[in-house]
């Protein structure tokens, strides 16, 4: 939810939601990273779409040759940039992941980790287009979503966050079944398996899942190459 992310969760609030993770959501944060570097050739240019305070993109460098981060937050975008100075290669912009201001085929990787998808509140359908649009042909779009067994994990932690008043209080009533719901308005779910593939066949592309560190399951969609026409005789 964009707003939330903007008006409350952002910035060194965000930060410290992220260093009070108990263990085992550190391990599935690292687990995250470490996936997406090793789907990232040297020399790429690599997109966030969510880019927070810069977590995850600056982690990116050197082995990609520039990554930009988007968001939502400029005051999560201005404590990304404090992060990264002197880091060379790494941009951060304000930009919505459903209306990106970049020209087709820029990018050759697109990455929104982190259960994102979900997070943004954003039209699925619109971001998995507009990610696509940027990617450049055979290039790919990486996504990733929580899997149900981590489930007690993912709840301690959001419980840890509200403990610190970082967001509201849990709604035991609505909270469940993948989803949680706080009381000042913060809900975020998951996207299970078949909710993945139906996405992808939408657009009309093959998403390969991968769960990883049985935290996190990815999709990995590659963008076709341009297939070149015989001239005519």
């Known amino acids: 939810m964009a707003s939330y992310y903007s008006s409350r969760l952002f910035g060194r609030r965000l930060e410290r939601c992220y260093e009070l993770a108990p263990p085992s959501v550190k391990r599935y944060l690292r687990s995250e990273i470490d996936h997406v570097k090793n789907r990232i050739d040297p020399g790429d240019e690599v997109l966030e779409l969510g880019c927070g305070y810069g977590r995850v993109a600056i982690e990116l460098l050197p082995l990609a040759e520039r990554v930009v981060g988007i968001d939502v ?136 899942l991968t769960e990883v560190d049985g935290s996190s399951l990815f999709c990995e969609v590659r963008k076709r190459r341009n297939v070149s026409r015989p001239a005519a005789k």
């Not at 085929?105 to 359908?125: H, M, P, S």
């Not at 990486?142 to 509200?162: G, H, K, V």
């Not at 009533?173 to 998951?190: K, L």
């Open 73 to 208: 937050s400029r005051e999560s975008l201005s404590l990304a940039k404090e992060k990264a100075r002197g880091v060379k290669g790494c941009e951060f912009l304000h930009m919505d992941a459903t209306d990106l201001r970049f020209p087709d085929d820029t990018f050759d990787a697109v990455i929104c980790v982190q259960n994102g998808i979900c997070a943004f509140a954003a039209d699925r359908d619109a971001l998995l287009q507009e990610a696509l649009r940027v990617v450049r042909p055979g290039g790919r779009f990486l996504f990733s979503t929580y899997t149900d067994r981590f489930w007690p994990n993912r709840l301690a932690w959001f419980e840890a966050q509200a403990a610190e008043r970082l967001i509201g209080a849990i709604d035991r009533v609505a909270t469940g079944d993948g989803r949680i719901v706080c009381t000042d308005g913060f809900s975020a779910t998951r996207l299970l398996p078949d909710e993945m593939c139906a996405l992808c066949e939408r657009a009309g592309v093959e998403g390969k």
